[in-house]
């Protein structure tokens, strides 16, 4: 019930959207990671990538990936759909722009999980941008987890692991390193990283008095 | 049990040191969260400072302040042993440089309870600081909080309201707000602005591989 100008100085905050990029080497667990933090978040929304490699064993259309022909990925592409593509181990994948930019204005935190080469391209693309690397406790923990999805042949396995040296390398270009040796630490981390983000003041948006 | 190039890219990370600048309006419950926050990790220490305001009830010479004369205070001064000091409503307050810079070379989150113009001489002297402002929901809310504190006189409590709006302000220069309406939301904002800070880039310690 206050009047006056002391009244007028309260400022109403509202958490803004966020572009949340999650990335690292194969087998470092960010899909884990990422379904975890939107069952804990509902504000977090996952952005769903297209992609013309093999569904695996699983996987469901239009939850995991959108899985699209070469041809049709091709077409998207020329209709500048993307806000990045990439080819990773042979196979293409992109993630839609406006999903991604719509979700960020409505307030939503839109997560992105993306390998290191699209990483760097959405952080080139969208500088304001949270970054997140999910670094692996060692090369042995990415082969284990390789082999139990169980989805790669050995020939797959092995150039995934020679590409993890190098892929680990670009950590430092991230906001947010999460070693992933505890899930349950590492899950707990990034929802910290994400309210944390919330609370950015470059990220709230501020109101006028209601009052 | 991996060895050659591949086992050498893994780096061992360990969460570096961090100053933690927790400030805003008197009577914004600083305090109270600051506490919580150290309660729920171990790696937060308080940095008491020194002050010439008189000990409240409840309050323990060591524990939430070090409570020096005037001369004492001054001499201190002389010395440089403060990072920081300032006189508020008509006290001295004052934060020992040694205290905070040692706490974050060993590692430690060092938690700095500062009123805001304590706050913009710590991120001035320390710009790699993380900091938080505490913003009430109302100037009610912190007219009931002085009023509850039992501590000062109306006078005492009219000033700092007075000059809380002009302090308010000050939110722009902190990198994260707090909205302090509920307690335990804003205990756990808290905490996760701790852990995120600790996981960002640029505060971990990259050892070399250990295996």
């Known amino acids: ?3 006056g100008p002391a ?23 960010k899909g884990t990671l990422v379904d975890r933090l939107t069952a804990a978040r509902p504000e977090c929304v996952f ?12 996987e469901v ?3 995991q990936y959108e899985f699209v022909t070469r041809e ?26 406006r999903f991604v930019d719509d979700g960020v204005r409505q307030g939503r ?13 959405v952080r080139r693309e969208r ?8 670094y692996p406790p060692s090369i042995d923990s990415l082969r284990q987890r390789l082999l139990s999805r169980g989805t ?11 590409n993890a040296p190098a892929e680990m390398a670009q950590y430092v270009e991230y906001d947010y390193v999460i070693v992933n040796d505890d899930l349950e630490q590492a899950v707990s981390r990034l929802i910290a990283i994400v309210d944390a983000e919330r609370s950015r003041v470059g990220r709230l948006r501020a109101g006028g008095p209601d009052r």
């Open 1 to 3: 019930m206050e009047r």
């Open 47 to 58: 952005a769903i990538s297209s992609t013309t490699r093999p569904r695996r064993e699983g």
């Open 109 to 121: 935190v839109v997560v992105l999980d993306v390998d290191v080469q699209g990483g760097a391209s």
């Open 152 to 162: 790669d042949g050995a020939e797959v396995i092995e150039r995934r692991l020679r």
């Open 72 to 97: 049709e990925f091709e077409r998207r592409i020329a209709q500048g759909y993307f806000l990045e593509f990439a080819e990773v181990h042979g196979q293409l994948y992109g993630t839609p722009a």
């Open 127 to 134: 500088p304001d941008a949270a970054s997140v690397f999910v």
């Open 7 to 29: 009244a007028d100085a309260v400022v109403r905050f509202t958490p803004g959207g966020l572009l949340l990029v999650v990335s690292g080497p194969s087998g470092a667990g």
């Open 61 to 63: 259309d239009g939850v």
